[in-house]
């Protein structure tokens, strides 16, 4: 069985995800694993990473624990979905493979038994990545080893809303006795606090702190909008 004690070190604590999607300057094994670096020199006391290419990258370059995820498609259930997808992850060096746990049809017609299975034998632990508490609570009895809130807002029968669910996260710590991981649009270290006070294990944070595409386009639209109601901006400099 795989060792547990890895949740003792993200209890309380902050996670990053440090992912880039396809056509983002940022996506390549070297940038994501300079990302994480980073990340962990400011305190995070665990990454979370997509692919097994960059799973392989940032484990050689950092020694915090990796929640390793690989994302394949868009559509429906795309994180780790089958028992190959998760075997990849944790060859590359992951100590604790993500993947979808929603009840939603598998490609292949793979269980997520049979993903969870593979995670054990391979001797990792299991984030499911859940949208609402049924969700996390079949997770428990199948055997996952953390429930995380990321996928709330990204299923159609989920609360769709711009900013965390932390309702949820209160929801699945009051059910569950397994470790819940609060993730998801979560912007600011009061959301990140609050998360914690609603019951969370530990949080995770990602486009907040990683993508600064992202992050660089709010400030620019802000700045663009304030600009455009406040003309000119300020007096002529006096000749
Ligand atoms: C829904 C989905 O595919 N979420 C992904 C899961 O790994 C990532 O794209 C998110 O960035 C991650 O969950 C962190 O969330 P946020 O970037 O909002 O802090």
């Known amino acids: ?15 990053v995800s440090c992912q880039a999607p396809p056509g983002d300057p940022l996506r390549s094994p ?28 940032v484990r050689s370059r950092v020694d915090v624990p990796i929640i390793g995820l690989w994302k394949d498609g ?17 060859d590359a060096g992951a100590d604790i493979v993500a993947l979808d746990a929603t009840g939603r049809p ?3 017609g793979a269980t997520l038994e049979e993903c969870v299975e593979a995670a ?42 711009h900013g ?20 998801g649009r979560i912007w600011t270290p009061e959301e990140a606090v609050a998360a914690l006070r609603n019951g969370a294990w530990c949080v995770v944070v990602g486009t907040a702190i990683t993508r600064p595409g992202v992050i660089t386009a709010r400030f620019a639209d802000a700045v663009t909008a304030a600009a455009a109601s406040v003309s000119p901006l300020r007096d002529e400099p006096a000749s």
């Open 1 to 15: 069985m795989p060792d547990t004690t890895v949740l003792e070190q993200l209890r309380g604590q902050l996670v």
């Open 30 to 57: 070297d940038h994501i694993a300079a990302i994480a670096a980073a990340a962990v020199a400011g305190g995070a006391a665990a990454v979370r990473i997509n692919s097994p290419e960059d799973v392989r990258a």
């Open 74 to 90: 868009t559509e429906g259930v795309y994180i780790t979905p089958t028992p190959r997808h998760v075997t990849a992850v944790v």
């Open 106 to 108: 598998r490609p292949g």
């Open 120 to 161: 054990h034998a391979a001797g990792a632990l299991v984030m499911a990545d859940v949208s609402v508490l049924e969700e996390g609570l079949a997770a428990e009895k199948i055997g996952c080893d953390l429930v995380g809130t990321t996928l709330s807002g990204y299923t159609p029968y989920s609360r769709q809303d």
């Open 164 to 183: 965390p669910d932390l309702d949820l996260v209160a929801d699945l710590a009051a059910r569950l006795t397994l470790p819940v991981v609060a993730e």
